[in-house]
């Protein structure tokens, strides 16, 4: 299974600022996903993360705001532009398994970054 | 990703089995059920998978219907634990890409 590391872990953020997110795997992966969670909700796909391409977005994310990198196998940055109050969530970046029998599909996902935004 | 339906909280005695209940009616013939967890502040946790045969790991059991619409993850001896939201995911493909739609999930809370 994949161990996944991200930072920061939490921070507080002024509005109008940017923050980076870093994502580490231990093991080389083709796609990376990066989640948000809203306070109480549910988890929601911002974008798909391939690494030498750009990312694919979903709706009602856009790059301006999400840009991502993936800049090898192992690792992928989220930033988080221009923050307001409505960007106070959980990011998760998640992975599919990619073992060397070959994949089940499941996801592995790092344990968050929680960001407050005032 | 097939739209799945989950009660919003359940209760469960400890060293009870909890039943957690799924319906995906919609559920085409090549998408598997994945069933996920998350414990408060904690990213998800992949719990167990299936097609259309019943699963069974080290943590728990998956009883999908003969007809595929629907399936209940069980956890034969729930502990304290165990707590946490649960999440049926109908879609993606084991093999494959897998882009992953979440609902609210079922709120499992065990009671001492």
């Known amino acids: 299974s994949a161990v996944i590391s991200q930072k920061p872990s939490r921070d507080i953020c002024q509005r109008g600022t940017s923050l980076t997110i870093q994502c580490q795997v231990d093991?080389?992966?083709?796609?990376m996903f990066w989640y948000r969670q809203q306070p109480g909700q549910s988890l929601t796909l911002i974008a798909t993360a391939n690494q030498g391409s750009e990312a694919t977005y979903e709706s009602g994310f856009v790059i301006d705001k999400f840009p991502i990198s993936r800049p090898n196998l192992t690792f992928s940055t989220l930033t988080v532009s221009n923050m307001s109050p409505e960007d106070s969530s959980i990011y998760l970046c998640?992975?599919?398994?990619?073992?060397?029998?070959?994949?089940?599909?499941?996801?592995?996902f790092g344990e968050g970054s929680r960001l407050t935004v005032l | 990703d097939a739209k799945t339906t989950q009660p919003p909280s359940m209760d469960c005695a400890e060293g009870r089995a909890a039943n957690l209940p799924c319906n995906h009616s919609?559920?085409?013939?090549?998408?598997?059920v994945y069933w996920y967890r998350q414990i408060h502040s904690q990213g998800p946790q992949y719990i167990i998978h299936g097609l259309k045969n019943n699963e069974t790991n080290e943590m728990a059991s998956l009883i999908i219907t003969e007809d595929r619409k629907s399936s209940t993850l069980i956890l034969p001896h729930a502990t304290l634990r165990d707590t946490a939201v649960y999440y049926c995911?109908?879609?993606?493909?084991?093999?494959?890409?897998?882009?992953?739609?979440f609902g609210i999930g079922t709120k499992l809370q065990v009671i001492p």
């Open positions: 093991s080389q992966v083709t796609m």
């Open positions: 995911i109908a879609g993606g493909k084991a093999g494959g890409y897998q882009k992953v739609t």
């Open positions: 919609t559920i085409s013939g090549n998408e598997y």
């Open positions: 998640s992975v599919e398994d990619l073992s060397g029998q070959g994949t089940t599909g499941e996801l592995f």
